[in-house]
């Protein structure tokens, strides 16, 4: 959802930007592009240091309750990709959401 609301909050701010850029020739495929890889980045980058966060955790209560940490590396190795692919859907509606903006009703804002 975070994603999603922040790519979302982007197409709101960027109206203007993405209709001086469809009047000078980008496609709606192109502003599609741009959101998606924008959100992607963001899970790719998010995927991780959440997986590290949630480590953490794991390891700071196994210290303090004198336990042995046991983390299966399947669960944090595919974090990056799980994180990207959140994302690609998380951009998903706002991405098309831009594609379908006009340019003189954008450039009018």
Same mark, same amino acid.
């Given at each position: ?5 922040? %790519?979302? +909050?982007?197409?709101?701010?960027? %109206? ?41 955790? +794991?390891?700071? +209560? ?5 336990? %042995? ?26 991405? +098309? ?13």
């Amino acid at each position: 959802m975070g994603i999603a609301s922040t %790519t979302f +909050v982007a197409v709101l701010e960027r %109206t203007a930007e993405i209709g001086l850029r469809r009047a000078l020739g980008a496609r709606a495929r192109h502003i599609a592009a741009q959101f998606l890889t924008e959100s992607t980045a963001l899970g790719l980058i998010g995927g991780p240091v959440g997986t590290a966060l949630a480590v953490a955790a +794991v390891l700071v +209560v196994a210290l303090a309750k004198s336990w %042995t940490a046991v983390l299966d590396p399947a669960t944090v190795l595919p974090a990056p990709l799980l994180g990207a692919a959140v994302g690609l859907l998380a951009g998903l509606c706002p991405s +098309v959401r831009a594609a379908r903006v006009e340019p003189p009703e954008a450039l009018r804002r």
